[in-house]
């Protein structure tokens, strides 16, 4: 590889010494003059028509300042389906949904008034699962939906909020000349988001009756433009700034608790601090769609995969948000990373009475992974062929088409199978002890990385130093570093002559979100594309400057311009922006705008739905786990994990390496112990004394493995790796267990209790003489 | 949480005053179920009296044979002290092994066997032992002490002053730990204290119980087969989202064989 100045590093993040030190901003560290502090009253119950809300008493406590109920905030807003309003009005449709929210002088007294708020419910039947939400005569949670508006107008089921088919080929027909055929059905689970960093916001109203708000978020694009949705505000009187995020995950992609403290700032005057406590976040905010997926995979005896149908259900909960996007995404990934020609996903996202899904790392292809990845493995077992091999024998390649057309500029799918392959293989190790069964499985995978628009603005500042604005919001990934690691290797300089701008409304350039794993690769392209513009205005001043063609200059390490092959003739950066601001030209400024063109196509392609627009470009990976089961507990002890990702370019192999790491983790907490469990209509386990996320005690090594085939479209070849590692965790785990036990579990998480079930079954059968 | 007034008195006698003035007092020991208590607001005490400054609740010692730990040390220093490490080092294991460091640090053997949560540790370890716990009134047998969920026979303002236990020729504890609270969703302590073996069981049912068929096999014959001709009933143990009856049922069985192997 070619020498270079800051790609292909693997620094620490810039911001690495204020989060150790504790000096690092989080939303709960603003103080402002005169602040408030919120709180909200959460219902408690799951469907409710909303009888009335006494705030009389509340009002009435000394120093409460404002108290807010869904009358006051009668605006809709929803990516896809304008359904919620920030508090709820009229109906409550899941336990925890907000009902009010005060404002006082302290936050012990906001919580005291929020107990003085005397609601009165009427309770209503409630669907907790989309069988229930489905069923004739159903209670429907949207009885205005035919009324709301969407972004997408056809007629739904009552208690649908999406759907979608995607299809090429004749699955059906296809499916009759396999030589076997294997059928499952796949249940997950809620997976909570559960960012270190619970959601907040602090929201201040200037002199002009302009509110400012910042807080943790994934956009402050899409918090400006959603608060001022739901406030009913042109979205010039709505400025949004990210602060620190504590992770976000997909839970802070849409406005959590923004729009009711910029409301309780307007009418109260006063800056307002509202933070969730754990507590309230988990009842309140957000989980991954749990899904049930029907799967039908066709092969021929060798292993060729030739069909494959996907009928998938995603439990939405009781607002729409992304679940039309994370429908038809998760529609997209369905058929895996495999050449099969014929394929029909279809599915549907469903109104519950749970709390609302959302986008979380992965986006529903872990869902659909899980389902697809653990088949591949049972048809392997089926037809007595090896499951890397069966993968190989079907892997798509570079040049090879997408369901939908869009043709892969670079896949790396192949030797991301032989690392992990060769890589868990070598390990040798003594064998288990008695009553333990080991083995190792597999999962391959693929995902998009682009999305949407995004644009960058980069200043020349007059010492010749450079401040780079994306607004993309660094979510604890890194970008921030990595994004000043490629404008610092586009115009040759020090990473720390780059000062990467804190993400603003007023001041930043669009960008669509951090999200769809879309930074390095999205805001990475609109970067190196602002630097050639810098770099084309640095050239036409230097020309002049030392009067020759610009066409014969180069860019020199450490800041210069010079003469191409007549070393010593040079000027700096600073000589040059000096002459831009005070002499001739005014200031050097680049900018870029990006936009991914993607597309379908239409005529061997069927598709309908939400969320299939442009997409991005796909990302290759592959994963393997080895475990141990305890054949007397059903307790799974994961000893370690392999994850090899098609990067297409390293920016910072240490970033990568910790976004794998990362991913991976949460992966194995989705695979193994991850579940808001519901005890009727109420969340059961909304704490982490109860719902487990693994910690570092609770983790095998797991080993990165970054493979490297640039992507011609991608800033020095990149691209994205920050879901890929969540999402074939699960599959490679069940697999592995399979492997060690040989029973197929289907069903996430797969508790020890689970396992052991299946165990005991396993054994029935063989007493009965029914097993295989 | 409410705001309520803290006290930390220096000696039993004040806190006893203490308590009997207070409108709503609550003793503290550790806190690691009162103060997340509180802060749920699900307790609104309006005193808190800490334990934690009276020196005659403090210390770990032997004495007459018998180990003996203060009611105010922490699972830690119950965890790292020599004299459990060399009279009953399955009790120090058991306290290594109590949720986090963090707890650890700061929860009490005292304030544990108080609060007779059913899932955790230190019961288990009290009545299979056999131990006797101290009072200002009283002393109370290990029997005797246990009397269901969150219940025990102490009095209204009854304080714990020690712990004794005899000295065991074989105990060891093993748990099905909880991944995320780390209690136990069964816990089986196993001791052998002068030829007569006691099995206490906790987290499977709404209290610590004996497993009195697997003391009587144990009696006969100490070995983790001893167990296997045992089976175990689901009626009456805890289900909750953690784990049904009936997998509580086989975790008795097999924590009970873990500890008698762990034993020695």
């Known amino acids: 590889m070619a020498d270079t100045l800051a790609v292909g590093r693997g620094i620490p993040r810039l911001e690495a010494p204020a989060k150790l030190t504790g000096r690092a901003v989080y939303v709960d560290d603003i103080r402002r003059p ?36 869904g009358d006051d905030l009668p605006h809709r807003f929803g990516a896809f389906v304008k359904d919620e309003t920030v508090l709820a009005r009229g109906t409550v449709r899941y336990f925890g949904e907000p009902v009010a929210a005060v404002a006082a002088d302290d936050l012990a007294t906001a919580r005291a008034a929020v107990d003085l708020i005397v609601a009165t419910y009427e309770d209503r039947p409630s669907v907790m699962d989309p069988d229930a939400a489905l069923a004739p005569g159903a209670p429907v949670l949207h009885a205005d939906f035919a009324t709301y508006e969407r972004r997408r107008a056809s007629p739904l089921p009552p208690n649908v909020c999406a759907e979608t088919t995607i299809a090429e080929g004749d699955a059906e027909a296809a499916f009759a000349g396999c030589d076997v055929v294997v059928e499952g059905v796949f249940e997950t689970q809620p997976q909570v988001h559960c960012y270190l960093e619970p959601c907040g916001a602090v929201a201040e109203v200037d002199d002009r009756g302009r509110v400012t708000i910042w807080s943790p978020c994934q956009s402050v694009f899409r918090v400006q433009a959603t608060v001022a949705e739901a406030l009913d505000l042109p979205m010039s009187r709505v400025r949004a700034i990210a602060t620190m995020v504590g992770g976000a995950f997909g839970g802070k992609s849409d406005v959590t608790v923004q729009p009711a403290a910029a409301l309780l700032a307007m009418r109260t005057g006063r800056p307002v601090k509202l933070v969730l406590s754990r507590n309230d976040d988990f009842l309140s905010m957000r989980t991954r769609h749990p899904a049930r997926v029907r799967v039908r995979t066709g092969a021929m005896r060798d292993g060729t995969l030739v069909a494959r149908t996907v009928d998938l259900t995603l439990d939405g909960g009781a607002y729409a948000e992304d679940s039309g996007a994370v429908l038809g995404f998760a529609l997209l990934m369905a058929r895996g990373p495999y050449r099969i020609p014929h394929v029909r996903c279809v599915g549907r996202a469903v109104y519950t009475n749970r709390l609302r899904a959302a986008g979380f790392r992965g986006y529903g292809n872990p869902q659909v992974t899980f389902a697809g990845e653990a088949q591949i493995d049972d048809i392997a077992a089926r037809l007595g062929l090896d499951p890397v091999e069966i993968r190989l024998r ?55 990385c682009g999305i949407l628009s995004t644009s960058a603005v980069l200043k020349v500042l007059e010492d010749g130093t450079l401040t780079l604005n994306t607004g993309a919001v660094d979510l604890g990934e890194g970008s921030d570093t990595v994004l000043a690691q490629i404008c610092a290797e586009a115009l040759q300089v020090p990473v720390d002559r780059v000062n990467f701008a ?71 950066f600073r000589a040059i922006s000096m002459r831009a601001h005070w002499a001739v030209g005014g200031p050097v400024i680049g900018t870029a705008s990006v936009m991914f063109e993607g597309g379908f196509d239409p005529k061997r392609t069927e598709m309908t739905g939400d969320g299939i627009g442009r997409l991005g470009t796909y990302v290759f990976g592959a994963q393997a786990a080895e475990v141990e089961v305890d054949e007397a507990t059903g307790e799974v002890r994961v000893l370690e994990v392999w994850s090899a990702h098609d990067v297409g370019r390293a920016i910072n192999p240490l970033a990568v390496a910790g976004q794998i790491q990362g991913g991976v983790a949460q992966g194995l907490g989705y695979a193994l112990m991850e579940d808001l469990v519901y005890d009727g209509e109420r969340p059961a386990n909304p704490s982490l004394a109860d719902y487990k996320v693994p910690g570092a005690p609770d983790l095998p090594p797991i080993r990165p493995i970054i493979v490297e085939h640039p992507e011609p479209t991608g800033p020095f070849g990149a691209k994205g790796i920050g879901e890929p590692p969540v999402i074939g965790v699960a599959p490679a785990v069940r697999n592995a267990i399979a492997a060690a036990t040989g029973v197929r579990l289907a069903v996430l998480p797969m508790t020890p209790e689970r396992v052991l079930d299946a165990l005991s079954a396993q054994e029935e059968r063989s007493d009965d003489g029914t097993g295989d | 949480m409410y705001s309520f007034d803290y006290h930390k008195p220096a000696s039993l006698s004040d806190a006893a005053a203490l308590l009997g003035k207070a409108e709503e007092g609550k003793l503290m020991a550790g806190g690691q179920t009162l103060i997340p208590t509180l802060k749920q607001r699900l307790a609104r005490p309006t005193d808190l009296i800490d334990l934690g400054a009276i020196a005659e609740l403090k210390g770990i010692k032997e004495e007459g044979g018998a180990l ?29 092994n109590i949720g986090d460091a963090q707890v650890r640090n700061r929860g009490t053997i005292g304030g544990s066997i108080a609060n007779s949560d059913p899932a955790a540790d230190y019961p288990s370890a009290i009545v299979a032992l056999n131990a006797t716990v101290h009072t200002v009134k009283r002393t109370i047998a290990a029997d005797a002490f246990f009397t269901g969920m969150f219940e025990t026979a102490l009095e209204e303002g009854e304080i714990i002053t020690a712990i004794r236990f005899p000295r065991a020729e074989k105990a060891a504890y093993a748990k099905f730990r909880n991944p995320a609270s780390r209690y136990a969703v069964v816990g089986a302590f196993v001791a052998r204290t002068g030829g007569s073996v006691r099995v206490a069981i ?29 089976s175990v009933k689901a009626d009456g143990l805890n289900a909750d989202i953690h784990a049904s009856a009936d997998y509580r049922a086989n975790l008795v069985k097999v924590m009970t064989k873990r500890a008698v192997l762990a034993a020695g």
């Open chain 1, 34 to 69: 005169g602040m408030l502090h919120a709180a909200l009253l959460l219902a408690p119950h799951a469907h409710a028509r909303i009888v009335s809300v006494d705030v009389s008493a509340a009002l009435a406590l000394p120093g409460v300042r404002c108290v807010l109920t």
């Open chain 1, 394 to 448: 079907n892997a798509m390649r570079t040049g090879d088409r997408w369901v939908g057309g869009q043709e892969l500029a670079s896949c790396g799918l192949t030797e991301c199978l032989e690392a992990v392959r060769d890589a868990a293989r070598a390990v040798r190790r003594p064998p288990p002890a008695p009553g333990r069964r080991r083995g190792t499985g597999f999962s391959a995978i693929a995902h998009i």
């Open chain 1, 502 to 572: 804190v993400p603003d409304t007023d001041g930043s350039p669009y960008n669509w979100s951090t999200g769809g794993s879309r930074v390095t690769y999205m805001v990475g392209r609109a970067v190196t594309a602002a630097a050639a513009d810098v770099r084309e205005k640095l050239f036409a001043h230097a020309a002049d400057m030392m009067e020759c063609a610009a066409i014969d200059l180069e860019l020199r390490p450490g800041g210069k311009v010079g003469i191409a092959g007549v070393p010593g003739r040079e000027v700096g």
């Open chain 2, 68 to 96: 003996v730990i203060g009611a105010m040390a922490r699972h830690a220093d119950v965890a790292a002290s020599d004299v459990v490490k060399r009279m009953i080092p399955g009790l120090a294991d058991l306290a290594d």
């Open chain 2, 202 to 230: 906790t987290g499977a049912a709404p209290s610590v119980f004996r497993w009195t068929e697997a003391e009587a096999a144990l009696s006969a014959n100490w070995s983790a087969a001893a167990i296997d001709g045992l």
